[in-house]
């Protein structure tokens, strides 16, 4: 139900530090990722998308990592700034133009 | 501001009452996407147009559910008959071939 639903997995970092937020995907025929960050009562912002014919991608302070032997994508953040502060969710696309997105991860800047 | 734009950005309806939200993609955008997000969850694809024709929905989008995009430009989202777990965020996004940039999404609470 709704509940469960709020427990989603949390990762708390030092300001200042990086952070590497991981999601596992469902399909191997997925070809299309993207990262969406998610402040509260807004909607997803994206962030860094990378197709799979890749397995590295980097942004400004964001990098995103593609293994599609064991179908993992994660996204890591440089020198974490308090603004970082959301939930995070990592999509795939496969075969037609919906993206699925999978369960989000609360990021949580510490002062 | 060239961003995704939807209205209203809050919604509060009773049970049975009909709603209709509207949505503004990126001009450029030919692709338009609707999703329905509850809370601590992320978003799930409902449909999708590429210019005013809409090529997909979701099992998820009941026949009290309709959308329309009539000259390819903005959106709108009709619900009938709003029930109680109706209640929601409704996002729009617009993209191009691969990409998708959410709105700021419609809240509807059904009471």
């Known amino acids: 139900g709704e509940s469960v639903g709020l427990h989603l997995p949390t990762l708390s970092v030092q300001e200042g530090d990086n952070s590497i937020i991981n999601c596992a995907y469902s399909?191997?025929?997925?070809?299309?990722f993207i990262w969406y960050k998610q402040e509260s009562g807004k909607g997803p912002q994206f962030i860094i998308d990378?197709?799979?014919?890749?397995d590295k991608r980097q942004g400004q302070r964001v990098t995103v990592l593609l293994n599609k032997t064991v179908k993992h994508l994660s996204l890591q953040i440089a020198a974490t700034q308090p603004g970082d502060s959301a939930v995070y969710f990592c999509?795939?696309?496969?075969?037609?133009?919906?993206?699925?997105f999978g369960t989000g991860t609360r990021l949580t800047i510490i002062p | 501001d060239t961003g995704v734009s939807q209205d209203p950005r809050h919604k509060i309806t009773k049970r049975g009452q009909n709603v209709t939200f509207r949505c503004d993609p990126i001009?450029?955008?030919?692709?338009l996407y609707w999703y329905r997000q509850t809370l601590g969850q992320g978003p799930e694809f409902l449909t999708y147009?590429?210019?005013?024709?809409?090529?997909?929905k979701s099992r998820l989008l009941s026949d009290r559910f309709s959308a329309e995009r009539p000259k390819g430009s903005f959106s709108t989202l009709e619900i009938q008959r709003t029930e109680q777990g109706d209640s929601a965020m409704y996002l729009c996004?617009?993209?191009?071939?691969?990409?998708?940039?959410f709105g700021p999404g419609t809240r509807l609470t059904v009471t």
């Open positions: 996004a617009s993209g191009g071939l691969y990409e998708q940039y």
């Open positions: 399909n191997s025929a997925s070809d299309y």
């Open positions: 990378i197709r799979s014919n890749m």
């Open positions: 999509a795939e696309r496969f075969g037609n133009e919906k993206l699925t």
């Open positions: 001009s450029e955008h030919n692709r």
């Open positions: 147009f590429q210019n005013e024709a809409q090529l997909e």
